[in-house]
């Protein structure tokens, strides 16, 4: 009964073509060989009465499918009074083109953070987990139940605090309350840890030591960079045991 314009762009069928008062099948049997369908003859027939029965049936909730010429639709079928259906299609081609290359810049950017010889840590503007790479998942394995995506920058605290994590903060003043009032020290790290900037040494419960940097991006992202000192401070620490010597 009636066929806007943008139902010709999407199926590339002109009114001669498909026109008011044709039959669904119409559409169906005009695309059977422009590429749109990948349906072998032997099984075009009961293609298509699938296709019909399930219109006539009535709602259908909307479900994303990908044509044989690369474009991928949304469909749904909606059923209107005195048996009519209202059949809509969403051209998304442009928009999983889009999610395919942010996909692709993603994988590039966790490989190229993979390689750095540092820890990496990402948490997004809500302080949820996006991203740590392999060296500082292995630095503190204790916390890995904690950087997994969704959880909480507030959780790998909580965690890291029952596991003896954290003890320096860059902060003596929050430090002194890491024993002493660990709900006061909790909130005041995930204060500290809206801060544009800091930097600061930190040891781990097994020994080792890191240069620590924290940084919020304009868009609130968290990123923090954990570089392994821990043979510095073994340099140090020796060069200062010859001296008193």
Same mark, same amino acid.
């Given at each position: 009964?009636? &066929? #806007?314009?943008?139902? *010709?762009?999407?199926?590339? !069928? ?9 039959? /669904? ?66 051209? !998304? ?14 994988? *590039?950017?966790? #490989? ?16 949820? /987990?996006? /991203?740590? #790479? ?7 394995? !204790? ?30 003043? &929050?430090?002194?309350? *890491? ?33 620590? /940097? ?8 968290? &990123?923090? !960079? ?20």
């Amino acid at each position: 009964e009636l &066929i #806007n314009r943008a139902f *010709y762009g999407i199926w590339k !069928v002109t009114p001669e073509q498909v026109s008011v008062g044709c039959p /669904f099948r119409a559409l169906m049997d005009v695309n059977r060989y422009n590429g749109v369908y990948d349906i072998a003859d032997e099984h075009w027939e009961d293609y298509v009465s699938s296709r019909v029965a399930e219109i006539k049936t009535g709602d259908v909730a909307p479900r994303e499918f990908r044509r044989a010429d690369g474009h991928t639709m949304i469909y749904s079928v909606t059923k209107l009074s005195g048996g009519k259906r209202l059949i809509s299609y969403v051209d !998304v081609s442009e928009v999983k083109r889009r999610e395919a290359e942010a996909e692709e810049a993603r994988r *590039y950017l966790e #490989n190229v953070l993979e390689t750095l010889p540092a820890g990496v840590l990402i948490y997004d503007r809500d302080d949820r /987990f996006v /991203f740590a #790479n392999r060296k500082l998942l292995d630095s503190l394995p !204790v916390l890995q139940p904690a950087w997994q995506a969704g959880k909480t920058f507030r959780h790998s605290l909580e965690l890291g605090h029952a596991n003896g994590c954290f003890r320096l903060s860059g902060d003596p003043a &929050i430090d002194k309350l *890491y024993a002493s009032a660990p709900a006061n020290w909790l909130d005041a790290m995930l204060v500290r840890c809206r801060q544009r900037y800091s930097s600061f040494e930190r040891q781990t419960p097994d020994g080792s030591w890191y240069q620590a /940097f924290d940084m919020r991006a304009e868009d609130g992202t968290f &990123i923090g !960079v954990r570089v392994d000192i821990s043979e510095l401070k073994d340099r140090e620490r020796a060069l200062q045991e010859s001296m008193s010597e």
